[in-house]
T-cell receptor, first 115, second 112 residues
């Protein structure tokens, strides 16, 4: 079974451009989570989505960031008007269910560099 | 998530067992204990999880104290590939966000 897929693996954007990060969950998984890891820092939860619904976006910056998980296709994390501080590794995880006993399976990440 | 406390770093020799401790004194009765690890330049990887009883899988063992206020991840025979940051996490505990809360973890260094 294929694991969680993320693309692109590396993305370079100039300040002010838009960045679109894609995440295809594992087959049969309808729960998706996005995390951000700034350089030399730990992973921080951003947003949790189920198919077509945002369940928890408490970790998402209020401006410029949005996420979706449509009925068909991958989950998308969109960053508008990127700034240098957005440079980070963005990881997506998926799970078949939600709850304390459920394991999250992570993708390899997208490394965003803003120049 | 309930707070967990781990040593910043640990060092071990290749082919020796490694015991990674985690304190979680505010754990509640329904909190599961999860361990993930992150190898350099990779995404986090699930290692093991448990509730009350000790658990074993192909990667590691998890020993949970009787009062559940601490646990130990055991790598029975460390290899160089086990060098990573190991995170002890209590998901969704305390009404926190629906995602995992990664602390600083323990940076495990394996000497050849």
């Amino acid at each position: 079974n294929a694991g969680v897929m993320q693309n692109p693996r590396h993305l370079v954007r100039r300040r002010g451009q838009e960045a679109r990060l894609r995440c295809s969950p594992m087959k049969g998984h309808s729960h998706v989570y996005w995390y951000r890891q700034l350089p030399e820092e730990g992973l921080k939860f951003m947003v949790y989505l189920q198919k077509e619904n945002i369940i928890d976006e408490s970790g998402m910056p209020k401006e410029r960031f949005s996420a979706e998980f449509p009925k068909e296709g991958p989950s998308i994390l969109r960053i508008q008007q990127v700034v240098r501080g957005d440079s980070a590794a963005y990881f997506c995880a998926s799970s078949p269910l939600a709850g304390q006993a459920v394991v999250e399976y992570f993708g390899p990440g997208t490394r965003l560099t803003v120049t | 998530d309930a707070k967990t406390t781990q040593p910043n770093s640990m060092e071990s020799n290749e082919e020796e067992p490694v015991h990674l401790p985690c304190n979680h004194s505010t754990i509640s009765g329904t909190d599961y204990i999860h361990w993930y690890r992150q190898l350099p330049s990779q995404g986090p990887e699930y290692v093991i999880h448990g509730l009350t009883s000790n658990v074993n899988n192909r990667m590691a063992s998890l020993a949970i104290a009787e009062d559940r206020k601490s646990s130990t991840l055991i790598l029975h025979r460390a290899t160089l590939r086990d060098a990573a940051v190991y995170y002890c996490i209590l998901p969704y505990s305390g009404g926190g966000a629906d995602g995992l809360t990664f602390g600083k973890g323990t940076h495990l260094i394996i000497q050849p």
